[in-house]
Antibody, heavy 125, light 107 residues
């Protein structure tokens, strides 16, 4: 079965960087893209970016362009999300999620069916 | 980027009620619209993809409809486990976006 297991909670000071990992199992790693989504306390879901696990191509929300880097280690079946210049507003639960693509007679669909358990990142002085 | 709005932001209902949640996109996104359910402290769970396709294993009381810019999620006969927050998400663009969510709570 598909599983995404994320690294543990982090506490960081403003201005620091954090790197969250997402280890995939139960499927062929390089066949699927992995997305990152975060949720600040009491807030809604915010999409961050994604990586093509096969070729390493990435796409980021404009809000995080230049401050976020998503990478992958195919040998370890692991995706990483690094966020730099942290500020208190970055305090959130960060999720990784695997993209599924499905095709039928009506068209092609993409959706986030499998999610990691979430990683709480706290930014505090 | 495609912006999504959801209404209402919250609603109160009773077990057995039928409720309809709305999601509106800032531009035509065909049927590239997915719905997720999220319970407190848990990761979101996919319910519906492609605007109206029910994910295998999701109860048939959930249904989705719409295309273009206007979409709905209907829950017929609310069950106790359905009280949660529901998010729409578009996959039309390679830059995904989520709506702000609709919280469904017990009246």
């Amino acid at each position: 079965q598909v599983q995404l297991v994320q690294s543990g909670a982090e506490v960081k000071k403003p201005g620091a960087s954090v790197k969250v990992s997402c280890k995939a199992s139960g499927y062929t790693f390089f066949t699927y893209a992995v997305h990152w989504v975060r949720q600040a306390p009491g807030q809604s879901l915010e999409w961050l970016g994604w990586i093509n696990a096969g070729n390493g191509n990435t796409k980021y929300s404009q809000i995080f362009q230049g401050r976020m880097t998503i990478t992958r280690d195919t040998a370890a079946s692991t995706v990483y999300m690094e966020l730099s210049s942290l500020r208190s507003e970055d305090t959130a639960v960060y999720y990784c999620a695997r993209l599924t693509g499905y095709s039928d007679s009506s068209g092609y669909y993409e959706y986030l069916q499998h999610w990691g358990q979430g990683t709480l990142v706290t930014v505090s002085s | 980027d495609v912006q999504l709005t959801q209404s209402p932001s919250s609603l109160s209902a009773s077990v057995g009620d039928s409720v309809t949640l709305t999601c509106r996109a800032s531009q035509n996104i065909n049927i590239d619209l997915n719905w997720y359910q999220q319970k407190s402290g848990k990761a979101p769970e996919l319910l519906i993809f492609g605007a109206s396709s029910l994910l295998s294993g999701v109860p048939s009381r959930f249904s989705g409809s719409g295309s273009g810019t206007d979409f709905t999620l209907t829950i017929s006969s609310l069950q106790p486990e359905d009280f949660a927050t529901y998010y729409c998400q578009q996959s039309y663009s390679t830059v995904f976006t989520f709506g702000p969510g609709t919280k469904v709570d017990l009246k």
